[in-house]
């Protein structure tokens, strides 16, 4: 994987970083998933990349594959384990 330098006015990467607290759900050495701080729904989690993407269109299928379906695949099973059914 491609390491993307942390971007300091980034709010994602301050709260991978420690700068910003968060209620971890889930934390591996390429994503980070955490509670909602205005949550929309009784159960309402954010699956972030470690490494800093500032948005879709900056995505390479070649360099992000792996990450994003590990995001997309982690989703169901930790909103199973957080009782959403």
Not at 7 to 22: H, L, T
Not at 24 to 51: G, S
Not at 62 to 71: F, I, K, N, P, S
């Amino acid at each position: 994987m491609t390491t993307a330098p942390a971007d300091p006015s980034c709010i994602f990467c301050k709260i991978v970083a420690g700068q910003i607290p968060c209620r971890k759900v889930f934390e591996d050495d390429h994503v980070l998933a955490f509670h909602d701080i205005a949550p929309w729904a009784p159960v309402h989690f954010l699956i972030i990349p470690k490494q800093h993407i500032a948005s879709l269109y900056d995505v390479s299928l070649e360099a992000h594959q792996g990450l994003l379906g590990r995001m997309l695949s982690l989703a169901p099973e930790l909103a199973r384990g957080l009782g959403v059914v």
